[in-house]
Nanobody, 130 residues
Framework: QVKLVESGGGLVQPGGSLRLSCAAS????????IGWFRQAPGKEREGVAC????????YYVDSVKGRFTISRDNAKNTVYLQMDSLKPEDTAVYYC???????????????????????WGQGTQVTVSS
């Protein structure tokens, strides 16, 4: 059974850090692009970061560039999202998804589109507040 499980969310003060994990089971995520997305109340889900199956550079939405870092540990079948200098506007439920070969060579595009990904996990809540 294909499954993605997100973890690592929580409550953090502005300027703080969190590291989210996206653990895969039932498939090898090394073969696919993995994206991190977030959805705040009343807003659409937006792509935050994407790592390709190969060695291409990852992509980030402009609002998180320089603050978030996506990485993968293929041996652990896990993708991470390191979030630093967190802001209140980063508050959202964070999800990971896989392209399952939908993207050409499972390579991320500069615009991280929700429609290119699927097999969403249950999400993990990130709240940035003082």
């Amino acid at each position: 059974q294909v499954k993605l499980v997100e973890s690592g969310g929580g409550l953090v003060q502005p300027g703080g850090s969190l590291r989210l994990s996206c653990a895969a089971s039932g498939f090898s995520l090394r073969r696919y692009a993995i994206g991190w997305f977030r959805q705040a109340p009343g807003k659409e889900r937006e792509g935050v970061a994407c790592t390709s199956s190969g060695y291409d550079n990852p992509y980030y939405v402009d609002s998180v560039k320089g603050r978030f870092t996506i990485s993968r540990d293929n041996a652990k079948n896990t993708v991470y999202l390191q979030m630093d200098s967190l802001k209140p506007e980063d508050t959202a439920v964070y999800y990971c998804g896989t392209d399952f070969g939908f993207l050409v060579a499972s390579t991320c595009r500069p615009k991280i589109r929700t429609t290119d990904f699927g097999s969403w996990g249950q999400g993990t809540q990130v709240t940035v507040s003082s």
